[in-house]
């Protein structure tokens, strides 16, 4: 018989894993001109991407565990990426409350000193440590657009209204907000756009090594189908599964390992009226964020918790969930309970294995190893955070080019995603235009298309007068018209990867309304695929 190899197409890189870290190489490697493939056994960002705290920030805790180098890339790259996608991303406020009585009993390199050199501190952070750890902020990876730190009296303050009258006075400092499962299709979208092959719902069912290529079996997932690709280096982005795919997919030698912490959040309503967040210190000497979200609600975590198996879906336990409403009512005045949570999530944050004490402690930082003892080359991706994904993609290919010379160098650092063309400070104007060209969209709906899209936008709504030139309204303003542009540009497959990762109207939503939106979609993409399968039949 005929190998069936023979023929399958090679790649230059194939890219396991449809997260952050994986679309962010795809598309550095795609716009270097290599040829790129990219499999994500399920939706893109379905994952840990999707499951942040949302935030383009530096770290400020980290500066407790000396991470100084992580801060400084971290903090370097807020507005690298700001201005690449002012559309999903923007500058926000962070309020830090302080109370001399507070107190808390977490250890961490920092408080390990100054418990040895001045035991009378023990247990607490004092306002020096914190104004010197908020200076190093401002100062360590260089600022042009985000304000500096300053000192809030919170007397009369809407910063201060919310919060109990103990609190006077507050650290206020600069972070930036992410829309992180958009971010990922975006970078998925531009990819593709610079010749990448982006496959969803595709398994990688094993990879071999055949000589100087991987050969890589492949199995869709909606039809069961599987192929073969080769390629001449492999890049192991699974996030939590990269310990698995090494093991059980790929079979190569690794003594590097992960570390799965699960963090997790609640989505309450509105608990305060202005748009700044909130930084709160933690008795146990861990922090959460409180974070205004989706204009009418509040977002509060994260946790830290030991998570063993990545195939075991990462939930917000009921423990998680009363941790962060007591935490959050240590500080509010008005007091939330447990039922007053309308949605939570959780996501498993594949950290590097450092060999730390908590799950805490665990550094945030990425590494990456190269193994090509045995033949073609695997670059096997350990943890990382989103905020230095695009640094990441770059030391990836530092190492990648060195098995295709003649490969151009960096260039993404000045280079926006797909509608993020526009100034920092343009998103109130585009707004204003878009109103403008389409009278039916009111403010919110306006906002929410150009925080999506950006100057897409136009081409999304392309042609209509009337809001019924969108199509059917399946609620909270999305419309036919938008889930076509979300399936046919964004690899959305089902009403899950819609209302819950290419926006977030799974919280306007209601359940019937969703699973129709749900059997839309399934009948849509039967009858494209009967399109397809005639157009094809008639070509014969």
Same mark, same amino acid.
């Given at each position: 018989?005929?190998?069936?190899?023979?023929?399958?197409?090679?790649?230059?890189?194939?890219?396991?894993?449809?997260?952050?870290?994986?679309?962010?190489?795809?598309?550095?490697?795609?716009?270097?001109?290599?040829?790129?493939?990219?499999?994500?056994?399920?939706?893109?960002?379905?994952?840990?991407?999707?499951?942040?705290?949302?935030?383009?920030?530096?770290?400020?805790?980290?500066?407790?565990?000396?991470?100084?180098?992580?801060? !400084?890339?971290?903090?370097?790259?807020?507005?690298?990426?700001?201005?690449?996608?002012?559309?999903?991303?923007?500058?926000?406020?962070? #309020?830090?409350?302080?109370?001399?009585?507070?107190?808390?009993?977490?250890?961490?390199?920092?408080?390990?000193?100054?418990?040895?050199?001045?035991?009378?501190?023990?247990?607490?952070?004092?306002?020096?440590?914190?104004?010197?750890?908020?200076?190093?902020?401002?100062?360590?990876?260089?600022?042009?657009?985000?304000?500096?730190?300053?000192?809030?009296?919170?007397?009369?303050?809407?910063?201060?209204?919310?919060?109990?009258?103990?609190?006077?006075?507050?650290?206020?400092?600069?972070?930036?907000?992410?829309?992180?499962?958009?971010?990922?299709?975006?970078?998925?979208?531009?990819?593709?756009?610079?010749?990448?092959?982006?496959?969803?719902?595709?398994? #990688?069912?094993?990879?071999?090594?055949?000589?100087?290529?991987?050969?890589?079996?492949?199995?869709?997932?909606?039809?069961?189908?599987?192929?073969?690709?080769?390629?001449?280096?492999?890049?192991?982005?699974?996030?939590?599964?990269?310990?698995?795919? %090494?093991?059980?997919?790929?079979?190569?030698?690794?003594?590097?390992?992960?570390?799965?912490?699960?963090?997790?959040? %609640?989505?309450?309503?509105?608990?305060?009226?202005?748009?700044?967040?909130?930084?709160?210190?933690?008795?146990?000497?861990?922090?959460?964020?409180?974070?205004?979200?989706?204009?009418?609600?509040?977002?509060?975590?994260?946790?830290?918790?030991?998570?063993?198996?990545?195939?075991?879906?990462?939930?917000?336990?009921?423990?998680?969930?009363?941790?962060?409403?007591?935490?959050?009512?240590?500080?509010?005045?008005?007091?939330?309970?447990?039922?007053?949570?309308?949605?939570?999530?959780?996501?498993?944050?594949?950290?590097?294995?450092?060999?730390?004490?908590?799950?805490?402690?665990? =550094?945030?930082?990425?590494?990456?190893?190269?193994?090509?003892?045995?033949?073609?080359?695997?670059?096997?991706?350990?943890?990382?955070?989103?905020?230095?994904?695009?640094?990441?993609?770059?030391?990836?290919?530092?190492?990648?080019?060195?098995?295709?010379?003649?490969?151009?160098?960096?260039?993404?650092?000045?280079?926006?995603?797909?509608?993020?063309?526009?100034?920092?400070?343009?998103?109130?104007?585009?707004?204003?235009?878009?109103?403008?060209?389409?009278?039916?969209?009111?403010?919110?709906?306006?906002? !929410?298309?150009?925080?999506?899209?950006?100057?897409?936008?136009?081409?999304?709504?392309?042609?209509?007068?009337?809001?019924?030139?969108?199509?059917?309204?399946?609620?909270?303003?999305?419309?036919?018209?938008?889930?076509?542009?979300?399936?046919?540009?964004?690899?959305?497959?089902?009403?899950?990867?819609?209302?819950?990762?290419?926006?977030?109207?799974?919280?306007?939503?209601?359940?019937?309304?969703?699973?129709?939106?749900?059997?839309?979609? !399934? =009948?849509?993409?039967?009858?494209?695929?009967?399109?397809?399968?005639?157009?094809?039949?008639?070509?014969?």
């Amino acid at each position: 018989m005929p190998d069936a190899t023979a023929s399958a197409e090679t790649f230059d890189v194939f890219v396991i894993g449809g997260g952050i870290n994986g679309c962010g190489i795809a598309r550095d490697a795609s716009g270097r001109g290599l040829k790129v493939a990219l499999a994500e056994m399920n939706d893109l960002a379905s994952a840990t991407s999707s499951a942040s705290t949302k935030l383009f920030h530096g770290g400020l805790r980290y500066l407790e565990y000396l991470e100084i180098n992580l801060v !400084r890339h971290a903090l370097a790259e807020r507005e690298t990426l700001l201005r690449a996608m002012p559309h999903i991303s923007w500058p926000m406020r962070f #309020v830090l409350p302080y109370s001399p009585d507070m107190r808390f009993e977490g250890e961490t390199s920092v408080s390990r000193i100054l418990s040895f050199a001045m035991p009378w501190m023990k247990g607490r952070r004092p306002a020096w440590m914190i104004r010197f750890g908020l200076f190093l902020y401002d100062h360590l990876g260089g600022r042009e657009i985000l304000p500096p730190t300053k000192t809030v009296d919170l007397a009369g303050t809407p910063e201060g209204a919310p919060l109990e009258d103990r609190f006077k006075k507050a650290y206020e400092y600069s972070d930036c907000w992410i829309e992180d499962s958009r971010l990922v299709v975006l970078n998925a979208r531009d990819a593709k756009a610079r010749g990448a092959r982006i496959m969803v719902r595709t398994k #990688v069912e094993a990879a071999v090594r055949a000589g100087d290529h991987w050969q890589i079996t492949l199995r869709d997932a909606d039809s069961g189908e599987s192929h073969v690709l080769k390629a001449r280096m492999l890049v192991n982005a699974g996030g939590p599964w990269v310990g698995d795919i %090494i093991h059980q997919r790929v079979n190569v030698k690794s003594n590097e390992g992960v570390r799965l912490v699960r963090g997790s959040h %609640i989505v309450t309503r509105r608990l305060y009226d202005h748009d700044k967040c909130y930084f709160f210190q933690g008795t146990d000497g861990r922090i959460i964020f409180a974070i205004p979200y989706e204009t009418d609600f509040t977002l509060i975590g994260t946790t830290d918790a030991e998570h063993h198996d990545p195939n075991v879906k990462p939930v917000c336990t009921p423990e998680e969930q009363r941790y962060l409403v007591d935490f959050a009512n240590g500080y509010f005045k008005d007091k939330i309970g447990v039922d007053d949570i309308v949605w939570t999530y959780s996501g498993v944050r594949p950290l590097y294995d450092d060999g730390a004490s908590s799950a805490t402690a665990a =550094t945030r930082d990425y590494t990456l190893k190269v193994d090509d003892t045995d033949g073609a080359p695997i670059l096997n991706i350990f943890g990382g955070k989103i905020t230095t994904y695009r640094k990441l993609a770059e030391d990836a290919m530092d190492k990648i080019v060195t098995f295709f010379p003649g490969t151009s160098g960096h260039w993404t650092a000045g280079a926006p995603l797909p509608g993020g063309d526009f100034e920092v400070s343009g998103v109130e104007t585009l707004i204003a235009q878009l109103m403008s060209n389409y009278e039916f969209l009111d403010t919110f709906w306006a906002r !929410r298309l150009v925080r999506a899209y950006g100057t897409e936008c136009w081409d999304v709504l392309d042609g209509a007068v009337t809001e019924a030139d969108l199509g059917e309204a399946f609620g909270a303003t999305l419309t036919e018209r938008e889930v076509i542009w979300l399936m046919t540009r964004e690899f959305a497959r089902t009403a899950e990867d819609v209302v819950w990762r290419r926006n977030k109207l799974g919280l306007r939503l209601s359940r019937g309304e969703i699973a129709r939106l749900e059997d839309w979609m !399934r =009948t849509h993409l039967q009858a494209t695929a009967a399109e397809a399968a005639q157009r094809q039949g008639s070509n014969s």
